[in-house]
């Protein structure tokens, strides 16, 4: 391990300092007010002394919840502290890439595509936690070339993984364990390869396993296994996405929203391109990858296993989620192009340039500094008819509404999809599912009773906008028309906002 880092030194140090700088400026721009708000949210409430899944409700393992106390405790209350952070930890992954797939590419083609990975989205420092995937692909290959003890400690990474995505350590996991036995298998040596990964899976069952003891002694493991089986489904159901079709790389019109379906599209259809070349690479020369570059094996089985991520919600994000088996195996398609390979390598070239594109446009466009308790964010001046980017004067206005009009020991309601706005205001929900998303509630007249006991003080309320899917716009009392019944019965219009957001105060 120490021969090739050492070999790739320059290398290495050059892609994490580019990585670094690019996901630092970046991660000025702009606020999610569901995911990135719902963590940011989650963690204040774990700092007051609440337990995820007991006291509020949480889609992600522990350590997705836990992990932003970390950045809080070292750089103080703020968004822009977990990103930091976040920042840190995802510069190490395109390193650790580049460490993996220079084993059956070429260094230039693999150094390009590690600065490509980086630049895909603009804030792909929300990916931070595959430092422990990839750290673990590497030392799982590397154990299998030096030393089996190895494997123990790749495993525990992927189990660490897990703790964070549990969707995305175990399909990693069984990615290896399944790649392991069909690039070894032949007569007599099944068992053989079964005893060699019992190290890995028993380092990638013992965080598992601390998990598991952890809920069984807070009585959380009944809430939390209830909430990976139904939650999923629900989400998969109500927001996927049509599958772009290809046409649509061609941009109907050139404002910003077309222009980056039509990339969409495009890297979507590269991956997929990339997933075909390969399978028929990979059917004329099984042997002989068999025999030397089994790797391309095991990720060839995680590209299988993780394609769906992309077929469900076709947006960047889980299209780049799906698709990062395609960036190693485009590395070494690329690699072995021969005369092709120079027309090849402007692939992942446009990925870098359109991914600075994308955060000079997103420099642009979040141009408006809004200070808050719990930090600073920048934010959008206006707001783009149809979509859930919330304009700097909205986020403002609703948190001097909340801030005006309740103490921090109030019970307020934000709803829906923004558990930001907590976070922002210095509030902290009282009710066990504070973000109501679409799907979020398992029952509607039971969160209704919960508002009644809990006496709620004012509501910031969006009845009319949301993400959208198949069907169009989701709107929230489309979904839950007895909680819009309720929130107009018991609480009168204050203010509204350009978007329809509602200011309301109890009657």
Known sequence: MKKIILKYKYYLIL??????????????????????????????????????????????????????????????????????VNSIFFSFVPVIFFLITIRFSDKLTTFVISIAFS????????????????????????????????????????????????????????????????????????????????????????????????MVENDLLHRFIRIQLDTPLQITSYNSLPLPKIREIIPGNLNPSTLFHSYETYVFYIILLTYFSFGVWLFKNWKKVRSSNQELIYFSVIAAISAPYMLGRADLGHIVKGGLAAFSIGAFLISRSGNLRRYLMFVPISFIVVGIAQVYWTSNFYNELVETNNGAIKLNRKWPVGTTLISAGTITKAINFIEENSNPSDTILVAPYMPGLYFLSNRQAKIYVGNILYTYLPDESEFIRELSEKNVRLIVYDPTNGSRNRYGAMKLRSYYPKLDSYIKENFSIVDTSYEGWLFMLRR
């Open 15 to 84: 892609i994490f300092v580019i990585v670094l700088t690019k996901s630092v400026y970046s991660s000025g721009f702009g606020f999610n007010l569901v995911d990135e708000g719902e963590y940011l949210h989650n963690a204040l409430r774990i700092l007051n002394g609440d337990v995820p899944y007991r006291d509020f409700f949480s889609y992600q393992p522990p350590l997705y919840n836990y992990w932003n106390i970390l950045a809080f405790k070292l750089l103080g209350i703020s968004p822009f502290s977990a990103r930091l």
């Open 119 to 214: 630049f895909m989205v603009v804030n792909m420092e929300s990916l931070y936690y595959h430092v422990f995937s990839f750290l673990g692909l590497f030392l799982f290959f590397w154990a299998k070339d030096q030393s089996k003890n190895k494997l123990f400690f790749s495993g525990a990474l992927l189990g660490i993984t897990a703790l964070f995505r549990l969707d995305v350590g175990t399909l990693f996991f069984i990615g290896l364990i399944v790649g392991s036995l069909v690039a070894n298998f032949r007569k007599g040596s099944l068992l053989k390869g079964l005893k060699e990964n019992s190290l890995f899976f028993v380092g990638f069952c013992l965080p598992i396993f601390l998990m598991l003891t952890w």
